[in-house]
């Protein structure tokens, strides 16, 4: 257990409609970050927020967007879904050391788009 | 930016044999390079990882080769069990900056 949480598990939703996945980051860790990651494509960061603040944006598309709230948990926004947005979404929180990054993965939300 | 490449795509091994998985990176400022394991329906878990002031890092059975002037890196475990059949992941930074990583390796032991 990497002690980072994310809330749903799985989510089936429909072309058009909106959803918002959940991540808890390790105690004491800063950073979230969202990773898309679907059979062709590996993982593909989305996007890094720091402490409330973004500190890097990947692969984001505008229809999606995050934030991070005062108590470091973070909810990545889906919106106008798409069939091919359907993919694992995964979660990972890390505590920023100056010199490297190393981060721990969250279970990920598995999003279903019929 | 950073580009990593892995090899092989997947990977199949008796119980018992050596694995090595390489990766090769692109940016020469990249300090920090972590390998994760991924089972099926669970998040990738942080193996182990080696910093570029480093050459070689082990642990048990896996360890982790750095050739900086190649820029390249890579994985080994020893005496394979059932329970390493997983997808295997490598990736590069620099600082604290965000991870990019490599397209991942199906390594499958079998018995």
């Known amino acids: 257990d990497s002690g980072v949480t994310q809330t749903p598990k799985h989510l089936i939703t429909a072309t058009g409609q909106r959803v918002t996945l959940r991540c808890s980051p390790r105690?004491?860790?800063?950073?979230v970050y969202w990773y898309q990651q679907s059979l062709d494509q590996g993982l593909q960061f989305l996007i890094q927020y720091y402490n409330g603040e973004e500190r890097a944006k990947g692969n984001i598309l505008e229809r999606f967007s995050a934030q991070q709230f005062p108590d470091l948990h973070s909810e990545l926004n889906l919106s106008s879904l798409e069939l091919g947005d359907s993919a694992l979404y995964f979660c990972?929180?890390?505590?920023?050391?100056?010199?490297?990054?190393?981060?721990?993965f969250g279970p990920g939300t598995r999003l279903t788009v019929l | 930016g950073e580009n990593v490449e892995q090899h092989p795509s997947t990977l199949s091994v008796q119980e018992g044999d050596s694995a090595v998985i390489k990766c090769t990176y692109s940016?020469?400022?990249?300090?920090?390079f972590p390998w994760y394991k991924q089972e099926l329906g669970k998040g990738p878990q942080l193996i182990i990882d080696?910093?570029?002031?480093?050459g070689e890092k082990k642990d048990q059975r896996i360890a982790v080769t750095l050739n900086k002037t190649a820029k390249h890196f890579s994985l080994h475990i020893t005496e394979t069990q059932p329970e390493d059949s997983a997808v295997y992941f490598c990736?590069?930074?620099?600082?604290?900056?965000?991870?990019?990583f490599g397209k991942g390796t199906m390594l499958l032991v079998s018995p």
């Open positions: 990736a590069a930074s620099k600082g604290y900056s965000t991870l990019t």
């Open positions: 105690s004491g860790d800063l950073s």
């Open positions: 080696i910093r570029s002031n480093v």
């Open positions: 940016d020469s400022a990249s300090n920090y």
């Open positions: 990972a929180s890390s505590r920023d050391r100056r010199s490297y990054n190393e981060q721990f």
